[in-house]
């Protein structure tokens, strides 16, 4: 799906058809026709399309070099984006995200999924000499950011998942875990291969950027830079919480396990008693009419004697 948007009274609105006005192509989830017609049109490698058309695609830099602004530039930078794990529960996994600069000065964004992100650009209020680079800029800091609101989305569930370590004793915790810690690892390799891109990008003289546009490039980075020591802090800490929630698992099984012990103990009691005077052979008490009540009496208090100890000596 190919859409054009252009800037109407500082907002970005859809256009029905490309005209050049248009800055910004976004394709999203592109087919094959597509992809030819744009790559066609812009005269750029196929791949810089066809990339994000896999999944597990690097972030990645090209032409960013150039001594002059001849040939299209690519910025492949990946976004969190939330899915469904296997085991039921929300995982977040970083996808491919292409930006393409063209000598004559229009962007071509690429992605095989919906981002999130670009729904707030589009809500976005530019300023009113807004330039083809505030979209570049806003478009890389929308998605840098998604990154620390997911962060902190996922601080808040593992906090929750904290107050339920003390009662846990089946694994649907762990399952959380587990996939809270997958989302931590997909963050922090792509905040790395982030960082890596747009650090050249900060060292390029290509955008001719003037100290604002820098300055604003140099905000993304520290954004990405807080989002990378945030997942790489954040997942040392799932880690041991992990290492800690399994422990205190195993521990309530075995107090569980202990109270069902004791007190099988305690109910052998009867049993054993009940057992010896169903025997037919001579039994004390055999003769005597309250024999039941002197029984049953002895039983109550043999068990009751029996509680005591378990409980004095914390098996119970």
């Not at 094959?32 to 058309?53: C, G, H, M, S």
């Not at 996808?95 to 999130?116: A, G, H, Q, R, W």
């Given at each position: 799906m190919i859409k054009y948007f252009a800037l109407?009274?500082?907002?970005?609105?859809?256009?029905?058809?490309?005209?050049?006005?248009?800055?910004?192509?976004?394709?999203?989830?592109?087919?094959?026709?597509?992809?030819?017609?744009?790559?066609?049109?812009?005269?750029?490698?196929?791949?810089?399309?066809?990339?994000?058309?896999?999944?597990?695609?690097?972030?990645?830099?090209?032409?960013?070099?150039?001594?002059?602004?001849?040939?299209?530039?690519?910025?492949?930078?990946?976004?969190?984006?939330?899915?469904?794990?296997?085991?039921?529960?929300?995982?977040?996994?970083?996808?491919?995200?292409?930006?393409?600069?063209?000598?004559?000065?229009?962007?071509?964004?690429?992605?095989?999924?919906?981002?999130?992100?670009?729904?707030?650009?589009?809500?976005?209020?530019?300023?009113?000499?807004?330039?083809?680079?505030?979209?570049?800029?806003?478009?890389?800091?929308?998605?840098?950011?998604?990154?620390?609101?997911?962060?902190?989305?996922?601080?808040?569930?593992?906090a929750t998942l904290e107050k339920k370590i003390q009662v846990a004793t089946e694994n649907e915790q762990l399952y959380q875990i587990m996939d809270i810690q997958k989302s931590l690892i997909y963050f922090q390799e792509a905040t790395v291969d982030n960082q890596q891109v747009l650090e050249n990008f900060y060292k390029s003289d290509l955008l001719q950027l003037s100290e604002k546009q820098r300055g604003q490039l140099h905000d993304i980075l520290v954004e990405n830079r807080q989002a990378l020591i945030s997942s790489r802090l954040q997942l040392k800490l799932v880690e041991k919480m992990n290492e800690t929630f399994s422990s205190i698992v195993s521990n309530n099984l075995n107090n569980v396990m202990k109270i069902l012990t004791s007190l099988t103990i305690v109910l052998t009691i009867p049993t054993i008693i009940g057992g010896l005077f169903g025997m037919n052979v001579a039994l004390p008490f055999a003769n005597r009419q309250d024999a039941f009540i002197l029984i049953f009496l002895g039983t109550f208090i043999l068990c009751i004697l029996a509680v005591y100890y378990l409980r004095k000596n914390r098996f119970l």
């Open positions: 109407e009274n500082s907002v970005l609105k859809e256009q029905e058809h490309f005209t050049e006005k248009v800055p910004w192509i976004c394709l999203e989830h592109p087919t094959v026709e597509e992809i030819n017609f744009i790559q066609n049109k812009y005269t750029f490698p196929k791949d810089y399309i066809t990339a994000v058309l896999d999944d597990t695609e690097n972030s990645r830099f090209e032409k960013l070099n150039q001594e002059t602004f001849a040939k299209s530039a690519l910025i492949l930078l990946q976004f969190p984006l939330n899915t469904l794990s296997p085991t039921g529960f929300l995982l977040t996994e970083t996808y491919p995200f292409s930006l393409i600069l063209t000598p004559d000065k229009k962007l071509i964004t690429v992605s095989n999924y919906e981002p999130p992100f670009v729904k707030k650009v589009l809500q976005k209020e530019f300023p009113e000499n807004a330039t083809l680079w505030d979209i570049l800029f806003q478009l890389i800091w929308e998605l840098t950011f998604g990154f620390n609101e997911l962060l902190a989305t996922m601080k808040k569930n593992v």
